[in-house]
Antibody, heavy 116, light 107 residues
Framework: QVQLVESGGGVVQPGKSLRLSCEASGFTFSTYPMHWVRQAPSKGLEWVAVTSYGGTYKQHADSVKGRFTISRDRSRNTLYLQMNSLRVEDTAVYYC?????????WGQGTMVTVSS | DIQMTQSPSSLSASVGDRVTITCQASHDISNYLNWYQQKPGKAPKLLISDASNLETGVPSRFSGSGSGTDFAFTISSLQPEDVATYYCQHYDNLPYTFGQGTKLQIK
Protein backbone atom coordinates (compact mmCIF):
# COMPACT_ATOMS: atom_id res chain seq x y z
CA GLN A 1 0.00 0.00 0.00
CA VAL A 2 0.97 3.63 -0.27
CA GLN A 3 3.12 4.55 2.68
CA LEU A 4 5.96 6.64 4.01
CA VAL A 5 8.22 5.38 6.79
CA GLU A 6 10.55 7.76 8.61
CA SER A 7 13.67 6.79 10.53
CA GLY A 8 16.79 8.34 11.97
CA GLY A 9 15.42 10.24 14.94
CA GLY A 10 17.01 10.14 18.36
CA VAL A 11 18.59 12.14 21.15
CA VAL A 12 21.43 14.46 20.16
CA GLN A 13 23.38 17.24 21.85
CA PRO A 14 23.06 20.87 20.75
CA GLY A 15 25.38 21.68 17.87
CA LYS A 16 25.45 18.12 16.58
CA SER A 17 24.03 16.65 13.38
CA LEU A 18 21.41 14.08 12.46
CA ARG A 19 20.02 12.75 9.18
CA LEU A 20 16.41 11.70 8.87
CA SER A 21 15.19 9.32 6.17
CA CYS A 22 11.73 8.74 4.72
CA GLU A 23 11.27 5.64 2.59
CA ALA A 24 8.37 5.67 0.16
CA SER A 25 6.50 2.67 -1.20
CA GLY A 26 3.35 1.91 -3.14
CA PHE A 27 3.58 4.89 -5.48
CA THR A 28 5.91 6.46 -8.03
CA PHE A 29 8.09 8.48 -5.67
CA SER A 30 9.82 10.48 -8.39
CA THR A 31 6.61 12.13 -9.59
CA TYR A 32 5.64 13.95 -6.37
CA PRO A 33 7.00 16.95 -4.48
CA MET A 34 7.90 15.90 -0.95
CA HIS A 35 7.93 17.86 2.31
CA TRP A 36 9.13 17.72 5.88
CA VAL A 37 6.82 19.04 8.60
CA ARG A 38 7.62 19.09 12.30
CA GLN A 39 5.67 19.32 15.52
CA ALA A 40 7.27 20.37 18.79
CA PRO A 41 5.86 18.71 21.93
CA SER A 42 2.27 19.85 22.53
CA LYS A 43 2.58 22.42 19.73
CA GLY A 44 1.16 22.85 16.25
CA LEU A 45 2.44 21.86 12.84
CA GLU A 46 5.36 23.72 11.27
CA TRP A 47 6.34 23.34 7.65
CA VAL A 48 10.11 22.73 7.35
CA ALA A 49 11.18 22.07 3.76
CA VAL A 50 10.14 20.96 0.27
CA THR A 51 11.85 19.37 -2.69
CA SER A 52 10.43 19.17 -6.19
CA TYR A 53 9.69 15.82 -7.78
CA GLY A 54 13.02 15.92 -9.63
CA GLY A 55 14.94 17.20 -6.64
CA THR A 56 16.28 20.27 -8.39
CA TYR A 57 14.10 22.79 -6.55
CA LYS A 58 14.37 23.02 -2.76
CA GLN A 59 13.14 25.49 -0.20
CA HIS A 60 13.51 25.62 3.57
CA ALA A 61 11.72 27.48 6.33
CA ASP A 62 13.57 30.51 7.67
CA SER A 63 13.86 28.78 11.05
CA VAL A 64 16.09 26.06 9.56
CA LYS A 65 17.65 27.79 6.56
CA GLY A 66 21.41 27.30 6.42
CA ARG A 67 21.28 24.43 8.93
CA PHE A 68 18.92 21.85 7.39
CA THR A 69 19.02 20.44 3.86
CA ILE A 70 16.33 18.43 2.15
CA SER A 71 17.27 15.94 -0.57
CA ARG A 72 15.92 12.86 -2.30
CA ASP A 73 17.33 9.71 -3.87
CA ARG A 74 15.19 8.44 -6.72
CA SER A 75 16.98 5.09 -6.87
CA ARG A 76 16.22 4.41 -3.21
CA ASN A 77 12.73 5.99 -3.16
CA THR A 78 13.92 7.91 -0.14
CA LEU A 79 13.63 11.47 1.11
CA TYR A 80 16.23 12.89 3.49
CA LEU A 81 16.61 15.76 5.91
CA GLN A 82 20.17 16.55 6.90
CA MET A 83 20.06 18.54 10.14
CA ASN A 84 23.23 20.33 11.25
CA SER A 85 23.93 22.70 14.14
CA LEU A 86 20.91 21.39 15.99
CA ARG A 87 19.30 23.56 18.65
CA VAL A 88 17.10 22.74 21.62
CA GLU A 89 14.19 24.37 19.78
CA ASP A 90 14.51 21.80 16.96
CA THR A 91 13.12 19.16 19.33
CA ALA A 92 10.03 17.79 17.60
CA VAL A 93 8.39 14.92 15.81
CA TYR A 94 9.40 15.15 12.16
CA TYR A 95 6.98 13.98 9.51
CA CYS A 96 7.55 13.50 5.81
CA UNK A 97 4.58 14.09 3.54
CA UNK A 98 3.68 13.65 -0.10
CA UNK A 99 2.12 16.58 -1.91
CA UNK A 100 -0.60 16.41 -4.48
CA UNK A 101 -2.65 19.58 -3.98
CA UNK A 102 -2.47 18.94 -0.26
CA UNK A 103 -0.29 16.73 1.90
CA UNK A 104 -2.26 13.58 1.21
CA UNK A 105 0.11 10.93 2.59
CA TRP A 106 2.10 11.31 5.83
CA GLY A 107 4.63 9.12 7.56
CA GLN A 108 4.21 8.06 11.18
CA GLY A 109 6.85 10.55 12.32
CA THR A 110 10.26 10.25 13.96
CA MET A 111 11.17 12.01 17.21
CA VAL A 112 14.22 14.23 17.44
CA THR A 113 15.29 15.41 20.88
CA VAL A 114 18.04 17.98 21.19
CA SER A 115 19.32 18.10 24.73
CA SER A 116 22.57 18.38 26.63
CA ASP B 1 4.64 34.90 4.43
CA ILE B 2 0.91 34.24 4.64
CA GLN B 3 -0.38 33.93 8.20
CA MET B 4 -3.28 31.63 9.01
CA THR B 5 -5.45 32.59 11.99
CA GLN B 6 -7.62 29.73 13.21
CA SER B 7 -10.35 29.97 15.83
CA PRO B 8 -11.30 28.91 18.34
CA SER B 9 -8.16 27.32 19.78
CA SER B 10 -10.28 24.84 21.70
CA LEU B 11 -13.88 23.77 21.59
CA SER B 12 -16.11 21.51 23.66
CA ALA B 13 -19.40 20.28 22.24
CA SER B 14 -21.95 17.52 22.71
CA VAL B 15 -22.44 14.47 20.51
CA GLY B 16 -24.78 15.43 17.69
CA ASP B 17 -23.90 19.14 17.79
CA ARG B 18 -22.97 21.13 14.73
CA VAL B 19 -19.41 22.43 15.09
CA THR B 20 -17.70 25.13 13.05
CA ILE B 21 -14.04 26.16 12.99
CA THR B 22 -12.87 29.23 11.10
CA CYS B 23 -9.58 30.04 9.42
CA GLN B 24 -8.55 33.44 8.11
CA ALA B 25 -5.64 34.04 5.76
CA SER B 26 -3.60 37.25 5.88
CA HIS B 27 -3.73 37.47 2.07
CA ASP B 28 -6.10 36.26 -0.64
CA ILE B 29 -5.36 32.56 -1.21
CA SER B 30 -8.28 31.82 -3.55
CA ASN B 31 -9.36 28.29 -2.57
CA TYR B 32 -5.85 26.96 -1.82
CA LEU B 33 -6.84 25.77 1.62
CA ASN B 34 -6.69 22.32 3.22
CA TRP B 35 -8.06 20.89 6.47
CA TYR B 36 -6.40 18.12 8.49
CA GLN B 37 -7.43 16.05 11.49
CA GLN B 38 -4.81 14.90 14.00
CA LYS B 39 -5.56 12.43 16.75
CA PRO B 40 -3.19 12.12 19.73
CA GLY B 41 0.05 10.34 18.88
CA LYS B 42 -0.87 10.08 15.21
CA ALA B 43 0.12 11.81 11.99
CA PRO B 44 -2.25 14.37 10.52
CA LYS B 45 -4.88 13.08 8.11
CA LEU B 46 -6.11 15.08 5.13
CA LEU B 47 -9.87 15.64 5.24
CA ILE B 48 -10.56 18.47 2.79
CA SER B 49 -8.54 20.03 -0.03
CA ASP B 50 -9.24 23.07 -2.20
CA ALA B 51 -11.36 24.52 0.62
CA SER B 52 -14.36 22.27 0.03
CA ASN B 53 -13.27 19.05 -1.68
CA LEU B 54 -13.90 16.10 0.65
CA GLU B 55 -11.26 13.39 0.38
CA THR B 56 -12.33 9.89 -0.56
CA GLY B 57 -13.47 7.90 2.45
CA VAL B 58 -14.00 10.91 4.70
CA PRO B 59 -17.50 10.95 6.26
CA SER B 60 -19.95 13.36 4.72
CA ARG B 61 -20.62 15.05 8.07
CA PHE B 62 -17.37 16.94 7.43
CA SER B 63 -17.48 19.92 5.07
CA GLY B 64 -15.50 23.01 4.15
CA SER B 65 -16.34 26.35 2.60
CA GLY B 66 -14.91 29.74 1.76
CA SER B 67 -12.53 31.45 -0.60
CA GLY B 68 -10.21 34.42 -0.62
CA THR B 69 -9.31 35.04 3.02
CA ASP B 70 -12.16 33.50 5.03
CA PHE B 71 -12.79 29.80 5.41
CA ALA B 72 -14.88 27.49 7.56
CA PHE B 73 -14.77 23.83 8.51
CA THR B 74 -17.97 22.22 9.78
CA ILE B 75 -18.93 18.93 11.38
CA SER B 76 -22.67 18.64 10.93
CA SER B 77 -23.25 16.12 13.73
CA LEU B 78 -20.36 15.60 16.12
CA GLN B 79 -19.39 11.99 16.84
CA PRO B 80 -17.17 10.65 19.65
CA GLU B 81 -14.50 9.60 17.15
CA ASP B 82 -14.15 13.21 15.98
CA VAL B 83 -12.21 14.13 19.12
CA ALA B 84 -8.97 15.48 17.65
CA THR B 85 -7.07 18.64 16.78
CA TYR B 86 -7.95 20.21 13.45
CA TYR B 87 -5.60 22.34 11.35
CA CYS B 88 -6.06 24.52 8.31
CA GLN B 89 -3.17 25.01 5.88
CA HIS B 90 -2.77 27.16 2.80
CA TYR B 91 -0.82 26.15 -0.28
CA ASP B 92 -0.93 29.38 -2.26
CA ASN B 93 2.83 29.88 -2.08
CA LEU B 94 5.70 28.76 0.09
CA PRO B 95 5.91 28.51 3.03
CA TYR B 96 2.71 26.46 3.31
CA THR B 97 1.79 27.64 6.78
CA PHE B 98 -0.68 25.96 9.13
CA GLY B 99 -3.19 27.49 11.47
CA GLN B 100 -2.44 27.07 15.16
CA GLY B 101 -4.98 24.28 15.51
CA THR B 102 -8.36 23.74 17.18
CA LYS B 103 -8.60 21.09 19.88
CA LEU B 104 -12.08 19.56 19.79
CA GLN B 105 -13.45 17.70 22.78
CA ILE B 106 -16.73 16.12 23.76
CA LYS B 107 -18.75 17.64 26.63
Amino acid sequence: QVQLVESGGGVVQPGKSLRLSCEASGFTFSTYPMHWVRQAPSKGLEWVAVTSYGGTYKQHADSVKGRFTISRDRSRNTLYLQMNSLRVEDTAVYYCARQTKAFDIWGQGTMVTVSS
Amino acid sequence: DIQMTQSPSSLSASVGDRVTITCQASHDISNYLNWYQQKPGKAPKLLISDASNLETGVPSRFSGSGSGTDFAFTISSLQPEDVATYYCQHYDNLPYTFGQGTKLQIK
